[in-house]
């Protein structure tokens, strides 16, 4: 069961901490907005405010938003990065393929989206590991039909959408079915009862406990 710290690597001390505590992948988040590559999960309202279903509004000077250069520079040559691209936009995949090459040549990466299209902007990529996401079920009805027909790197689906017939199923197409977001020890028993191959959670104990085994 692979252990993935869930927006762990929207701050520099998420990230460490996730990095710190074993896990296999740390997930962090980026948007694509006024020319910078930003790692966070609010999404912007004009200028000066985000908004998150968590957090509500906050000031854009309140919050402290790392670059995307700047996770790669705490990362290193670690391969554990997950990167979320997010946004309407698909030049943010463009971007983001780019500063890998510039940044990080060679060194293996995952990178998942709801956005499929995005993906595109990696097929050359030999060490990026590409990750179809699904949060509704008319994504994973889509994702299923699109695995009939093709393999994948790998899925990531919120929780309450698999049963253990669908993970059996993706499982066919795929070695690698994440669920999210696993919270709480029943969430995890939950999993395991599926079959995914990884989870995917901010509760850090959690994942050192799964990392641990």
Known sequence: MLAVAHRGGNTIAGLRAALDAGVDLVEADVHLYRGALEMRHS????PRLYWDRTTGVTRRRDVVVPELEEVLAVAGDDPRLMLDLKGPSLAVAD??????????????VA????????LDAFAGDANVRR??????PRQLSRLRARLRRERAH?????LRLLTPEIVAELHRSTDLVMAWSV?????L??????????VISKNLALLGRIAGR
């Not at 028993?189 to 990884?198: A, I, K, Q």
Request: aromatic residues 4%; hydrophobic residues 35%.
């Open 183 to 187: 919270e709480t020890e029943p969430e």
């Open 154 to 158: 790998g899925v990531s689906i919120r």
């Open 95 to 108: 971007r983001v393929a780019g500063t890998l090459r510039e940044r990080r040549p060679g060194v293996p």
């Open 189 to 198: 028993d939950r999993s395991f009862e599926l079959g995914v191959t990884g």
């Open 43 to 46: 999404r912007a309202i004009g």
């Open 131 to 136: 990750i179809l996401s699904a949060a509704n």
């Open 111 to 118: 990178v998942c989206t709801k956005q499929w299209r995005m």
